[in-house]
């Protein structure tokens, strides 16, 4: 059930700080009200009558609305943020001028730290207070630098319009006299700059998540569902993707020079090499055997070569399994070696592959042999087979497909940047994104 405002609520005598609320006399009904900010209060709704009561300019206003104030939590709540003791005085229900849409404002205090405002506007909150220390180097209308050289754009400007005020404040907190607002981020942090006609206030506002607020103060009296991207919420995996590119590159880089460090300080090890006599009475797809050789050390890959200098217009395709004589374990591989040339409209062509290899990894060490099974696709061929086998060979694969997956990673995170700012910046009339469908940019 909602919470809605009690007037009643405020006319009991609240201990804070430890002293009691001060009491002050409505102009309007004559009701005793209990100030929680005491002479800090300039401006308060009556507890009884609902009038807005200026204490500077000591003259009362009816109620701009009589629709309720549905609070989240009510006045004089108190509550830990961020290390320091809050007290809920006074909560804001207003509008942009012209528009339908409204946000809530409400206003904690601290004697120590002063005040804090937490703003919410379709569930996404900003934590506001206000600084003397702003951006005053203007790039152009549209974009301001601060003194740690951060950019902030401009998202939004806007005039302000009242619905409704509940508590008390240390200003007007209709703001009659407020000309306009503009609103500067920087993702997660903005600055809000009030210009009215005497004076011009400068808020700095960073992003806080609901989770962190309720755990301040508490159950609310009701739930606010998050629509869309706040305007300053950061985003959920914290990098832009220009930071991401840039991480990944350096990424890439390093790996590169390990890969090359470590290639450098490894030489492979020829362990066996031999060249056999290839002619037509194998295409029967007899075998040969090698003889048996070593593979020593750790386990490691093994590379194994296979080359036909003399192979001429036609091809063969060589079946080789490398087997662990001791326990019978095996590896194999096929390559297809074949030599093709010609001349054609198109002038002279050659098709090469008289050379194949390819690395078996994770072979341990043992006594081996190679079997050898050709395939020819000629059947007067006659041509010697050169075979090596090499211990230790350095491996790029894996960096190249880390590098493709790298690649992937920024593509992927552009992608997701451009579908987060789009959406964020959806209600600024000051966005660079075409906020089109893919269909619709496309088609």
Known sequence: ?????????????????????????????????????????????????????????????KPISNEPFKLLWPIGKSGFLRGNFYQLVGAVHRKEKGESYTWQEYCFFNPIKGFIYLSEYTGN????????????????????????EEVYDLFLRYKTQCINIV???????????????????SPPTMYLKKE?????????????????IKNAFSEPEYEIEKVGKGSIQPQRFGMDYISFIVYSSLT????????????????????????????????????????????????NNVEIHLSNPDIKQTWMEIEATLINDESNEEYTLTKELYFYNGTDDGGSWT???????????????????????PYFGSFNINANLNVEIYRGV????????????????????????????????????YSTYDHRSWFERNM
């Open 252 to 299: 890439i880089l390093l790996m590169v020079i390990f890969t090359w460090y470590f290639e450098s300080n490894q030489e492979s090890k020829l362990v066996f090499s031999n060249t056999y006599f290839l002619n037509a009475e194998l295409n029967n797809k007899k075998t040969i055997g090698t003889e048996p050789f070593y593979l020593e050390g750790n386990v």
């Open 125 to 148: 909150w900003i934590l506001l207070k206000e600084t003397n220390i702003f951006p005053q180097n203007k790039i152009d209308n549209i974009t301001i630098k601060d003194n740690n």
């Open 196 to 212: 009215y006609h005497s004076e011009i206030i400068w808020f700095k506002g960073e992003h806080i998540t609901w989770k962190e």
């Open 1 to 61: 059930m909602f919470h809605l405002y009690d007037l009643n609520y405020l006319n009991k005598s609240i201990t804070i700080w430890p002293n009691q609320g001060k009491e002050i006399t409505c102009l309007n009904c004559q009701a005793k009200n209990y100030l929680l900010l005491h002479d800090l209060a300039t401006f308060y709704c009556c507890a009884s009558c609902a009038f807005f009561i200026d204490l500077n300019n000591h003259t009362s206003e």
């Open 167 to 185: 508590g008390e404040f240390p200003y007007d907190a209709k703001d009659n006299h407020l000309k306009l607002i503009k609103e500067f981020i």
């Open 351 to 373: 098709e090469n592959n008289r050379n194949g290899s390819d690395v078996i990894s994770n072979i341990p060490p043992g006594k081996y042999h190679l079997q050898i099974t």
């Open 394 to 429: 350095p491996v790029r694969s894996n960096l190249y497909w880390m590098i493709g997956c790298i690649a992937l990673l920024c593509f992927i995170q552009y992608q997701w940047v451009l579908y987060f700012e789009r959406n964020r910046w959806s209600n600024s009339n």
